[in-house]
């Protein structure tokens, strides 16, 4: 496609339920990362993929929080027995490689009840 | 920590006039510092980006101006038009690792005509 796809857009879940947020980057881009968009806040640093390289996980919150990205496109963002903080926007941005511009996708707004 | 501090939080401008921002940094290893603007429900967009360098980049209305000494950079927007009204966040990383960007909290910027 021609930008960063993200779905869904919008979830509620109940709390301690788990759920899946899914990025697709844009064709080509072999760098793709997460970030976290909590209301009133910045963008806070969640995980980065470059090609075949181990994922940067540092930014990962708790280990409720997994990504995974299959044939160096597609990532998916899991998180586990979400919490009520875990309540925000979840971005997805990709780029052609490390150090070049980063495209972000519009979010999956995530409210956790 | 929040890495990178903004201010102000909100600023009001009218048609015409010049916006500016601020940004302050502590980690002295930063060395790339972009602008990105977000209007709500779009995810981030590079707006402009400086390099330690220059002390200072124009592109059209968009001016960053960076001191290093002080280890401040800012955003000034000439002409402020309505359609600039939106969330301005200045952001920082190094360069061996540009991917990993440390937001500010964020300036909302409302252009009254």
Not at chain 1, 14 to 41: F, M, N
Not at chain 2, 31 to 39: A, G, K, L, R
Not at chain 2, 86 to 91: E, Q
């Amino acid at each position: 496609g021609a930008g960063v796809s993200q779905s869904p857009s919008n979830k509620v879940t109940e709390k301690g339920k788990d759920v899946e947020l899914r990025c697709d980057p844009i064709s080509g881009h072999t760098a793709l990362y997460w970030y976290r968009q909590s209301l009133g806040q910045g963008l806070e640093f969640l995980i980065y993929f470059q090609g075949n390289s181990a994922p940067d996980k540092s930014g990962l919150p708790s280990d409720r929080f997994s990504a995974e990205r299959t044939g160096g496109s597609v990532s998916t963002l899991t998180i586990q027995r979400t919490q009520q903080e875990d309540s925000a926007v979840y971005l997805c941005a990709s780029s052609g490689n490390s150090g070049n511009t980063i495209y972000f996708g519009e979010g999956s707004w995530l409210t956790v009840v | 920590q929040q890495q990178v501090k903004q201010s102000p939080q909100s600023l009001i401008v009218q048609k015409g006039g010049i916006s500016i921002i601020n940004c302050a940094y502590e980690n002295t290893a930063f060395d790339y510092f972009p602008w990105y603007q977000q209007f709500p429900g779009k995810g981030p967009a590079l707006l402009i980006a400086i390099r330690p360098d220059v002390s200072e980049k124009k592109e059209g209305r968009f001016t960053i101006s960076f001191n290093k000494s002080a280890k401040q950079f800012s955003l000034h927007i000439m002409d402020s038009q309505p359609g600039d009204s939106a969330t301005y966040f200045c952001a920082a990383s190094r360069r061996s690792n540009d991917y990993k960007l440390s937001f500010g909290a964020g300036t909302t910027v409302t252009v009254r005509a």
